[in-house]
């Protein structure tokens, strides 16, 4: 049998979503965000003699010299992506080319990709070898379901680097573990790989970063797990290797991931962070409101203060992103007041605010069938709940969680305030000096990314200028170590300011056609009142 040619295709993402960061991208000369981890790890799970390519669609285009040369087209991908992978498989079976699709979206929403020549549905590690033995057999079609949350991780070869230019992206990815002990109402991912966390070995994970080294890669990584903290065990045995490597490599790597507010309670685990060269986290803190928290099973986040625990945080020198969530049973109409609050309060600067979206097979999503009150995804093209949430049928009158999201979002993105958070979060961040990263504030790799966000700031937008010159300023003089994690925050903003705009003006006409509604039901219900007297 021919040795096959496979074709890896990633789908493209909504361009206008709130972590595209396209025009960060812009300024550090990157296509996207981050190359498709799940692919390369997939075709390092391949056949070492079988020929293949990846193309990732935010990255690049799709030559149609590529389609010719594949035997089989591999895709898939998160429902952000769905509108591009449909299209990728009628590309691909236009043209008589068999396609395996797997990924999270698969695996939550199989009953969608059912027309595809290969539905494979699970983590890959526990079902590749069956669909390669299918393959070279000669079947050209079939569907494979891998067993819930047992696929050994500590068996995942490492990612194939070489099928991705690194230039193309703003950082690259890794990953420790999956899984997350937590219990989160609304959350997918403990759906899909579990309550207990399942980590790599530490040699495993050495051997990866090692490898990515190699290659020739230098910079930003991030660890994709969606709770890094989830084993706190098998993470404090990995840290202070990770710590010995980056010293005896110079520290090539700055990481950062996400994980549960609860970090800030272990100083330990800040430490050991720190040292290893952690400079950003991702936390969901949702809501600011206990009842709110409890009602969605989010526990972790009660009996603190929120302000406190993120101050930890940078106190161990790492920057904090969060995501906040709008739209529960549970909110009060004070929710836009709360959550402003708490934004201000914490000095978190990069906030992704949504609405409340039912993913499929999450536990909210069952609920809510149970209840009657699910919708269709009615706008799931648009890319993310920013603006295609709350396709449930809402407790409070929906026109009132718009408004309150509208006012959130006009509040925490107005320039002011996004850049005093910058400013007085890189006032407290503790960033660590490692004697082989230690520095000029601005160095040459960094001068013309540097030139060119001064440029945007000062000439092609103007209006941010005082904003960016006084937080700039004051950082340089009063905590010049954080001054490349803060000029990352502000980097972000020239994605982010304009994004909210949108955001705004999408949700705008949501409550105009809202209010139009309400402003005709009297004369519906007139209407029909005079009707039935007839």
Same mark, same amino acid.
């Given at each position: 049998?021919?040795?096959?040619? %496979? ?62 040369? =594949? ?36 695996? =939550? ?131 202070? =290797? ?32 720190? /040292? ?121 009158? /929906? ?12 509040? %925490? ?7 005093? /958070? ?16 230690? /520095? ?95």
């Amino acid at each position: 049998m021919t040795t096959p040619n %496979v074709l890896m295709i990633f789908p493209r993402f909504n361009p206008n979503s709130f972590w595209s960061l396209q025009a960060a991208c812009d300024i550090y000369g990157a296509k996207c965000p981050a190359p498709p981890l799940g692919m390369m790890t997939l075709a390092a799970l391949l056949p070492g003699d079988w020929n293949i390519r990846l193309v990732n669609r935010n990255a690049e285009e799709l030559d149609p010299s590529d389609l010719a040369w =594949a035997d089989m087209v591999m895709t898939g991908g998160m429902l952000p992506q769905r509108p591009d992978c449909l299209e990728v498989i009628r590309m691909a079976q236009a043209l008589g080319k068999p396609v395996a699709v797997g990924g999270p979206d698969a695996m =939550a929403s199989p009953e969608l990709f059912e027309h595809a020549d290969f539905l494979v549905i699970g983590e890959a590690e526990g079902v590749i070898g069956q669909f390669v033995e299918a393959w070279e057999s000669g079947a050209r079609t079939g569907r494979f379901e891998a067993e819930k949350f047992k696929a050994d991780i500590t068996a995942s070869p490492i990612p194939r680097f070489d099928l991705i230019d690194f230039n193309h992206y703003l950082f690259v990815g890794v990953q420790f573990s999956r899984g997350c002990p937590f219990n989160c109402e609304f959350c997918d991912i403990i759906e899909l790989f579990g309550r207990v966390p399942r980590s790599k070995t530490v040699p495993q994970m050495l051997a990866e970063l090692q490898a990515l080294h190699d290659a020739g890669y230098r910079g930003h990584v991030d660890f994709v797990d969606d709770n890094l903290i989830g084993n706190k065990k098998a993470l404090k045995q990995f840290l202070p =290797a990770l710590e010995a490597w980056q010293k005896s490599t110079g520290y090539p790597f700055k990481f950062s991931t996400e994980a549960s507010i609860n970090l800030a309670d272990d100083a330990e685990l800040l430490d050991m962070m720190r /040292r290893a060269n952690f400079f950003a986290i991702f936390v969901g803190i949702e809501s600011p409101d206990t009842a709110t928290l409890v009602s969605m099973r989010k526990k972790q986040n009660t009996r603190r203060s929120l302000a406190e625990s993120v101050g930890r945080i940078h106190a161990a020198g790492m920057m904090v992103i969060a995501g906040f969530i709008v739209g529960f049973d549970n909110e009060e109409s004070g929710v836009a007041e709360g959550m402003i609050d708490c934004i201000e309060a914490t000095s978190i600067a990069g906030c992704m605010v949504g609405l409340l979206t039912a993913l499929p097979t999450t536990q909210l999503t069952r609920r809510l069938e149970r209840e009657g009150r699910l919708l269709p995804f009615a706008n799931e093209s648009l890319g993310d709940q920013c603006t295609a949430g709350l396709n449930f049928v809402t407790r409070r009158p /929906r026109i009132d969680i718009l408004k309150d999201y509208k006012a959130i979002l006009e509040a %925490v993105y107005r320039p002011a305030a996004y850049f005093e /958070r910058a400013r007085r979060a890189g006032r407290n961040l503790n960033c660590p000096s490692h004697p082989v990263t230690a /520095r000029p504030v601005v160095s040459s790799r960094d001068r013309m990314t540097l030139l060119r966000l001064m440029w945007r700031m000062t000439v092609i937008r103007p209006f941010l200028a005082r904003h960016f010159w006084r937080t700039f300023v004051d950082i340089a003089r009063n905590n010049p170590s954080a001054l490349e994690l803060v000029v990352i925050q502000l980097t972000h903003y020239l994605h982010l300011g304009p994004f909210s705009k949108s955001v705004i003006a999408e949700i705008s006409r949501q409550i105009r056609v809202l209010e139009r509604e309400q402003e005709l039901e009297p004369r519906r219900r007139d209407a029909g009142v005079l009707q039935r007297a007839v």
